[in-house]
């Protein structure tokens, strides 16, 4: 069975021919976020086209479309209620879809919860039955599978991981309220602590890399493995923020894997093997429950398209 993957994104959209969880074909187009809903639809629809002529693979050969959306999405109607990123509110994205390309069945889902399934089926999770995706990006994006399938809550409108309290009356986060994980976890927090140390310590190795070459989610990283005493202090403080909620999310869900992906996963063992001793560390019931595995993403950019066409498979 082929399907199709979508990945809709503020910039472009991708979209994928998928097969046994491999991507047959895959292309890109520009998007233009401001126009109306339909101009927004009827471009993907036409990138859709494109992509099947370039495969050679006729429509109908195609079982389902599956599409991931930033923003806030019922699964179970395919409707996009909200997305900041394009302009769809309310939008019936689904059935207009459907309508464009006459491919009957379109699932739609968040495009972190795409890029959770995605990863964990056919990336970093292995095929495990039960899994967490922390995306450590601008913000952070959470996706969760328990017993092989997303968990979503009433109306897709759960696993927002990166809103959980970790410091009551704490930093202030983009969504406007205090002490969520974002406001400690993100790479954007990530930057503020970096800025924060150099203030500090105007005279470590950290400011003086960070006066030359500005900050950004890799600067601590660089100066910690260059042995800066305070790049090391300000880099072990992330990681018990990054550590903190992932220990959370273990509490409730018991995943075999949690994965990390995300800008600032492309740390590697920098952050992911410290990250994972802090699980085993901190986790409920760790001596007598197996090991928690923590990974980084390994998909990268086709796993909301491998995620989005899985959708479509049965029981998602
Ligand atoms: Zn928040």
């Known amino acids: 069975m082929k399907y199709l993957g979508i990945d ?7 979209c994928g021919v998928v097969e046994d969880g491999v991507i047959l074909h895959k292309k890109a187009a520009p998007i233009r976020p401001r126009e109306d809903a339909e101009v927004i639809v009827s471009d993907i629809a036409a990138l859709v086209f494109d992509t099947l002529e370039e ?5 109908r050969e195609i079982a389902g479309i599956g599409v ?47 890029a ?3 990863e964990t089926l056919y990336g970093a999770g292995e095929g495990a039955r039960n ?3 922390i995306t450590l990006g601008t913000g952070v994006g959470t996706g969760i599978v328990v017993n092989g399938r997303l ?9 927002e991981g990166g809103h ?16 969520h994980y974002e406001a400690y976890a993100s790479a954007t927090a990530l930057m503020k602590q970096t800025k924060a140390a150099c203030e500090k310590h105007p005279n470590s190795g950290l400011a003086k890399y960070a006066a030359e070459n500005g900050i950004d989610g890799k600067t601590v990283f660089i100066c910690a493995k260059n042995g800066d005493k305070v790049a090391i202090e300000t880099l072990n403080h992330y990681i018990e923020y990054v550590g903190c909620g992932l220990v959370t999310y273990a509490n409730i869900f018991y995943p075999e894997v949690i994965i990390i992906g995300g800008g600032v996963s492309n740390a590697g063992d920098a952050l992911i093997v410290p990250l994972e001793k802090y699980v085993t560390e901190n986790v409920f019931g760790a001596q007598y429950n197996p090991k928690i595995k923590v990974v980084a993403a390994t998909l990268k950019n086709d796993a909301g398209i491998l995620g989005a066409a899985a959708l479509c498979l049965d029981g998602r």
């Open 116 to 118: 959770a399934l995605g």
């Open 131 to 133: 899994s967490v995706l």
């Open 68 to 114: 991931g959306c930033p923003g806030s999405v019922d699964d179970d109607t395919g409707f996009v209620r909200y997305c900041c990123n394009v302009n769809f509110v309310n939008t019936p994205l689904a059935e207009m879809l459907a309508e464009l390309t006459g491919i009957e069945s379109v699932r739609v889902s968040n495009d972190a919860n795409c």
């Open 164 to 179: 959980i309290t970790i410091a009551m009356d704490g930093e202030l986060c983009g969504c406007g309220k205090r002490g």
């Open 8 to 14: 809709i994104g503020g910039m472009s959209v991708k």
């Open 151 to 159: 968990l979503t809550g009433n109306r897709s409108a759960g696993a």
């Open 55 to 59: 495969c050679g693979t006729d429509r």
